[in-house]
């Protein structure tokens, strides 16, 4: 455990939550990883006329040793899962994962035996992008919706209650078996 | 200041400092989840090789060039007296060099014939 | 040797006005004697945020500009225009998890980002950045300090530096790390030995190795004049020496992903990317000093005032200013050029710039000894100004020698790319090589012989008989047999 996991709850805490939210946010280096067709859309957001560069994410690591963040951008092939599962355990503290389009996130319209059906079968994930392929707009609308996250991401005892109440919401709410009407 | 080479330690302490106080504080501030995929080898995913190419060694070609390297290195550095000191030692340096010289290109030369310079 | 003790007589013998630029003595120009330990430290410490500060910039600075150049923004969230992008890098990267593989050998790890990034530092120490300035009642120059052997101690520490690559191209245990170290140690030390031999034509111009002296021999013509092929030469070796497009192959990301820091994270990582960018700045500094003129005022600004923007703390500034038109380069060379093969790169060094430079410093030599009046004294006059025979005469011999080589060059260029030009044949036979191949532009297929007369195992004999003649189990052969 670091020390910043360490830190008392209270004023110093919340300096150095968003003080580390803000750096984070403002330096993510996506891991080099493409999976299928949405590959190409992560790589259209590159060129200039969206340019991923603006937030400082131009630098895709070929390492996951230097990534801060993995998207998952195509279906995984049962193949493949292995290798995506190996990669993200290879990259370091603190890192997120983007699952893009639907294949990535639920299957899609693989529904059969060789495609995963969800990356989030393998490791967990923080944003999902629905699309088949998403625009590169929506990949960046993605990108936009984690900053916030990790902006506002708590640290160290507040981290742990946080988790906390994601759980206990969690095995509060209503299984979708039990949901009844148009599931909105 | 009486001892000119002194500074030079200023900035080696400097430079050395800032960067161990860097890579000490990532070390105390980091989180540490480690797990046993996390401290393997990178190797594109899949399983890595227990060890690094060739067990860890280093191909011969390189201690080639490491050794033209020095072969060189050293004779340009041979250069370096006389270009200082060239407008006192007059037409003698002058000679003395091309000869020099005339031999550094006999082995340049040779090492060319054998091969000592190609890549592929 | 009669001759040449003579000529040595002559040239001790001669007036301080014969010998021209080249001052008498090789120490430095730079009067240290009214700088106590502490400005010194002050000075170094100024010169190491001075670094620092330029990193964060340079680093901000060359997305942008790339950013500009392939007609995107770059940057611009973070901080006005983007400015705490750099900063963010470096406050991340303390933040994230530092990790050491479980092959590594642990100390050699740890220790060769420190190297690599400590020796960036130390070449700057003996930079002049600027003329004699006023420090707390100190008179002291702008310039931490200087040696008469100032330039080999930069060779010496970017030597020293390279093991920080080496070693953590080595002990990181895998496989990437280690081909990627091999390969960025070896360019690195080829490109030195063109790098110091570059700087020897420098060395005989001014008659010293210490930087403040070589600054002070430019004030009335820049190096870059009389040794600009030192300069093309060195211009190229520093981007050889840095790792850095179009000569990055140490980290191709295709073929190595991330070279010998492939296993290193966080703030170790961050030790090399701050080590790579000083070192940039330490090349451009030392090709600004040898080259440019060091810290002095451009030759227009320099007449101002009788010399009024030329010293004192105006040199810092026109120092940067040659300096971030090093920088600028680097940037452009990234955003324009794509990286060059490995064995290309390696010819290149070895087989064009070692040999041609050597060759260079063979004429700067002969040039010099005419203008020092090695060669003989005579002189004659045109339009008013007096030039020394000896020295027209060998510029001469070493232009034309220059225009003769380029000149076979060029032809031994065109009779090989003649000889390599591949000039298809007119007609083919598709199934020459006993399967089907389709003509390429402007080729005519072969027809067979007997085609017109219209028995097909008579018409197609001379293409049966091809195939088996290569293929010698094909199914063609056995029908031919059956």
New interface residues.
């Given amino acids: 455990m670091g020390l910043e996991e360490k830190l008392p709850s209270g004023f110093l805490l919340s300096t150095v939550e968003g003080l580390a939210g803000y750096m984070r946010k403002a330096s993510i280096w996506p891991a080099t990883f493409g999976l299928a067709c949405c590959a190409i859309e992560m790589m259209a957001v590159g060129t200039p006329d969206y340019d991923i560069a603006r937030f400082g994410m131009e630098r895709f690591s070929a390492t996951p040793r230097q990534a801060d963040l993995m998207i998952v951008a195509g279906r995984v092939s049962q193949k493949m899962a292995p290798v995506v599962r190996q990669v993200y355990d290879q990259m370091p503290n603190p890192k997120w994962v983007i699952s893009m389009g639907v294949c990535a996130s639920s299957g899609g319209m693989f529904n059969n035996y060789a495609i995963v059906q969800g990356v989030d079968h393998i490791i967990p994930v923080d944003i999902y992008l629905p699309g088949c392929p998403p625009r590169p707009q929506m990949l960046l609308n993605a990108i936009i919706e984690l900053h916030k996250q990790i902006e506002t991401s708590p640290l160290g005892v507040n981290r742990e209650a946080a988790a906390r109440a994601a759980e206990e919401a969690a095995l509060s709410a209503t299984p979708t078996h039990q949901m009844k009407g148009l599931l909105a | 200041m009486s001892e000119p080479y002194v500074p030079i330690l200023f900035m080696l302490g400097l430079g050395f400092a800032f960067a161990a106080l860097s890579v000490f504080t990532s070390l105390v501030v980091g989180p540490k989840r480690y797990n046993r995929a996390k401290l393997e080898a990178y190797e594109c995913g899949i399983q890595p090789s227990p060890q690094a190419a060739g067990g860890g060694r280093i191909p011969i070609k390189y201690y080639l060039t490491a050794m033209l390297f020095i072969v060189f290195d050293i004779e340009s550095v041979f250069l370096y007296p006389f270009a200082v000191a060239f407008n006192k030692l007059g037409l003698f340096a002058l000679v003395e060099m091309v000869l020099f010289i005339l031999t550094v290109f006999v082995a340049y030369a040779y090492v060319w014939r054998r091969g000592g310079l190609d890549w592929d | 040797?009669s001759?040449?003790?003579a000529?040595?007589d002559?040239?001790?013998s001669l007036p301080a006005g014969v010998?021209g630029l080249?001052p008498?003595n090789?120490n430095?120009v730079a009067d240290?004697?009214d700088?106590?330990?502490w400005v010194?430290?002050i000075?170094?410490?100024g010169?190491?945020v001075y670094l620092?500060l330029s990193t964060l910039l340079v680093i901000w600075f060359e997305?942008r500009v790339i950013?500009r150049m392939?007609?995107?923004?770059?940057?611009?969230?973070?901080g006005p225009f983007?400015l705490?992008?750099t900063?963010?890098?470096g406050?991340?990267?303390?933040?994230?998890?530092?990790?050491?593989?479980?092959?590594a050998d642990r100390i050699v790890y740890?220790t060769a980002?420190?190297i690599a990034?400590?020796?960036?530092?130390?070449s700057?120490?003996?930079i002049p950045l600027g003329g004699t300035v006023s420090i707390f009642g100190h008179e002291t120059p702008l310039q931490?300090?200087?040696?008469p052997v100032a330039v080999?101690?930069v060779l010496a520490v970017a030597s020293v530096g390279v093991y920080g690559i080496v070693l953590a191209g080595?002990s990181?245990?895998?496989?990437?790390?280690?081909?990627g170290g091999?390969r960025s140690?070896?360019q690195v030390?080829?490109y030195?030995?063109a790098m110091?031999?570059s700087l020897?034509?420098i060395?005989?111009y001014s008659?010293?190795?210490s930087t403040s002296q070589i600054v002070a021999a430019q004030s009335s013509l820049w190096y870059i004049l009389p040794a600009f092929f030192s300069f093309a030469v060195y211009v190229i070796t520093m981007v050889g020496e840095t790792n850095r497009l179009p000569f990055d192959l140490a980290e191709g990301?295709g073929e190595l992903?991330?070279g010998f820091?492939?296993?290193?994270?966080?703030?170790?990582?961050?030790?090399f990317y701050?080590g790579e960018y000083v070192n940039m700045f330490t090349v451009s500094a030392l090709a600004t000093t040898m080259f440019l003129g060091g810290w002095q005022a451009p030759p227009f600004i320099a007449a101002i005032g009788d010399g009024a923007l030329n010293g004192g703390w105006w040199g810092l500034l026109w120092f940067t200013i040659k300096l971030w038109m090093f920088m600028f380069f680097f940037v452009w060379l990234r955003g324009s050029l794509p990286r060059v093969r490995?064995?290309q790169f390696?010819?290149f060094g070895?087989?064009f710039l070692?040999?041609i430079t050597?060759a260079w410093?063979?004429a700067v030599?002969?040039i010099?000894?005419a203008q020092?009046g090695?060669?003989g004294q005579g002189t004659f006059t045109i339009g008013g100004r007096e030039l020394s025979v000896a020295t027209v005469v060998i510029v001469s011999i070493v232009a034309v020698i220059a225009l003769a080589a380029a000149w076979i060059w060029d032809d031994k260029r065109a009779e090989r790319e003649a000889a390599a030009e591949f000039n298809p044949p007119e007609e083919i036979d598709p199934f020459e090589g006993g399967f089907p191949v389709p003509p390429l532009p402007g080729q005519r297929l072969r027809e067979p012989s007997g085609l017109a007369v219209g028995s097909g195992a008579a018409s197609r004999e001379p293409v049966t008989s091809s195939v088996t003649s290569t293929l010698t189990s094909s199914p063609v052969k056995e029908e031919t047999h059956g």
């Fill in positions: 040797m001759l040449s003790t000529a040595y002559i040239a001790l010998t080249a008498a090789d430095p240290f004697s700088t106590p330990w010194a430290l000075k170094a410490v010169v190491f620092l997305r950013g392939q007609q995107r923004p770059g940057p611009n969230r973070n983007g705490l992008q900063l963010a890098d406050m991340k990267s303390m933040l994230k998890e530092d990790i050491t593989p479980a092959n740890t980002p420190l990034a400590t020796m960036a530092f130390v700057f120490a003996i931490i300090t200087d040696v080999l101690l080595w990181s245990g895998s496989t990437y790390p280690l081909l091999l140690t070896a030390i080829s030195e030995i110091g031999l020897v034509a060395f005989l008659g010293s190795m990301e992903t991330g820091h492939t296993e290193y994270s966080a703030m170790r990582f961050a030790m701050l490995y064995d390696m010819r070895w087989r070692i040999p050597l410093v063979v030599a002969f010099r000894g020092l090695f060669l």
